[in-house]
């Protein structure tokens, strides 16, 4: 079996076992984090820097980090392409052979194109919708780039011609021309923004409410401005501190992050 057959075999394998159907994928971070118990990050990275993983050799325990863009679909595949990489058991060992071509990255990139986007799932559409319009719908149902689209289209019949149309116009390009640009644009702002790991945020919280940690480091933790989060806090029936809140030395968002 080949990479291309091995990583369209694991994504049916792993949508059948954790009972997914066709149905597209809402939260991509979320199922890493629920699914493979990962802590998943989105951080601003250097440009051309998509996303990794690096499972600790002493704990076991996985982080996955994904870059903070404004391409929401692109964020979406690299979280599925790191779920693919740590299914196959075939993480990468050091930052210098991220994304290194070869079999393990073609099965991770086939693997996140049939999870995100099961042809069964995308059949179903293209009995409904033809044309631009059906790329559209591929697109805006399952949460793919128009490359993505085009490909899964093309295992059901698009011709090459057909696929390179289909990609050589921009999700925002359908997004307005088929009406569901407002839909994309809070996506696209979600995607946007950096976000710790759920898990980290909760036990922070907790730690918070203990009195271990300041609302100040709290605040760093969460990614955001300290006035803000204590508003959060109050807003879930969470004390605040007044002295706490004073002591505010250094803001939240300062480079030594």
């Not at 002493?58 to 870059?67: E, K, L």
């Not at 391409?71 to 599925?80: M, S, V």
């Not at 986007?117 to 719908?137: D, F, H």
């Amino acid at each position: 079996m080949n990479a291309e057959q091995s990583g369209r075999a694991l994504a049916a394998k792993v949508r059948r076992e954790w009972k997914l159907g066709l149905a597209p994928i809402a939260d991509v971070a979320a199922l890493l984090e629920d699914a493979v118990g990962a802590d998943v990050l989105i951080i601003q990275m250097p440009a051309n820097h998509d996303g990794f993983t690096r499972r600790n050799p002493q704990t076991g325990d996985i982080i996955v980090a994904a870059a903070a863009t404004e391409k929401y679909e692109r964020q979406r595949f690299t979280l599925a392409h790191e779920l693919g990489h740590i299914l196959a058991n075939d993480l990468h060992t050091t930052l210098e052979t991220v994304h290194v071509a070869g079999p393990s990255e073609t099965r991770a990139h086939v693997f996140a194109r049939h999870f995100l986007a099961p042809l069964g799932g995308v059949e179903r559409l293209k009995e409904r919708y033809t044309g631009q319009e059906l790329v559209s719908e591929v697109i805006r149902h399952f949460g793919v780039s128009p490359q993505v689209a085009a490909i899964q289209l093309g295992h059901l019949g698009l011709t090459e011609a057909g696929k390179e149309a289909a990609a050589s116009k921009s999700s925002a390009w359908y997004a307005t021309r088929f009406g569901w640009d407002a839909e994309r644009a809070g996506e696209v702002a979600a995607a946007a923004r950096e976000r710790p790991p759920r898990s980290i945020v909760a036990a922070a919280t907790a730690a918070f409410e203990d009195g271990v940690v300041d609302d100040v480091m709290l605040a760093r933790l969460r990614m955001g401005e300290v006035a803000a989060t204590d508003e959060l806090l109050k807003g879930a029936g969470i004390e605040v501190a007044e002295s706490s809140a004073q002591e505010r030395s250094f803001d939240a968002g300062d480079d030594d992050w």
